[in-house]
């Protein structure tokens, strides 16, 4: 828990394996000014002094894309002012574990990759559970799935209650009882000129079902072409 003259905190992740991100090679600016948080060991960016309600950030970091954020700070909670952040790997970065899809699509759109999982699936009584089974837990938490009928509605799986069972960062469309597919969701973003490259786990680029960016309001387009770079 965070106490004493803060603002607020951040905790930094890669999007693509949910590890931390906890260095000092992450560089913040504020209206162009470069911000110097004070770095916890633990992996808390703690900033102090900063004026006014809203504060917006532009995040930096080599090997990933660059990012800006809108801190509201009444919306966190007083005793513990935490704002959890994922960060996108730029290609080619210096990563070993993934290799890249790329194509076109909107520029500056978010897109995303889908791959079907060999999982048996079935949801529990809330409308964030499942139980997964045929997965190690190492290959579950922290990285983004989705569900066959809703492959658009991409989510985390944050916690196991019990062993084999998970919850999900937000609701999930489907009914208790029910055994959809897991997808493993590769989110990405278009540059400027539509560009895109997507790092997904080595050998599934070949698995990959489908291709979604998208155009807003959350609508989704699924039909771009794609090739391994």
């Not at 800006?68 to 996108?88: A, F, H, Q, Y």
């Amino acid at each position: 828990m965070l106490v004493g003259s803060v603002d607020f905190a951040l905790l930094l992740y890669d999007e693509f394996n949910g590890a931390a991100i906890a260095d000092a090679g992450v560089l913040f600016r504020r209206g162009g000014s470069i911000v110097t948080p004070l770095r916890k060991r633990e992996g808390f960016y703690v900033f102090r002094g900063l004026e006014g309600n809203e504060v917006e950030l532009a995040i930096g970091r080599p090997h990933y894309l660059p990012m800006t954020v809108l801190i509201d700070k009444s919306r966190l909670p007083p005793g513990n002012p935490v704002e959890s952040l994922r960060l996108r790997r730029a290609y080619p970065g210096t990563f070993a574990d993934c290799e890249w899809l790329h194509g076109e699509g909107p520029p500056d759109a978010d897109v995303l990759a889908l791959a079907p999982l060999e999982a048996r699936v079935q949801a529990g009584e809330g409308y964030d559970s499942l139980t997964i089974l045929g997965l190690p837990a190492g290959l579950l938490l922290g990285r983004r799935f989705a569900l066959e009928h809703a492959p658009a509605e991409s989510f985390l799986l944050v916690e196991t209650p019990t062993p084999g069972v998970y919850r999900a960062n937000q609701p999930l469309a489907v009914g208790a009882g029910q055994a959809p597919g897991l997808l493993r969701a590769y989110l990405s973003q278009c540059g400027p000129n539509g560009r895109y490259h997507i790092p997904v786990e080595p050998g599934h680029s070949g698995s990959i079902t489908g291709i979604a960016a998208e155009r807003g309001e959350g609508i989704w387009d699924f039909a771009f072409a794609t090739a391994r770079s």
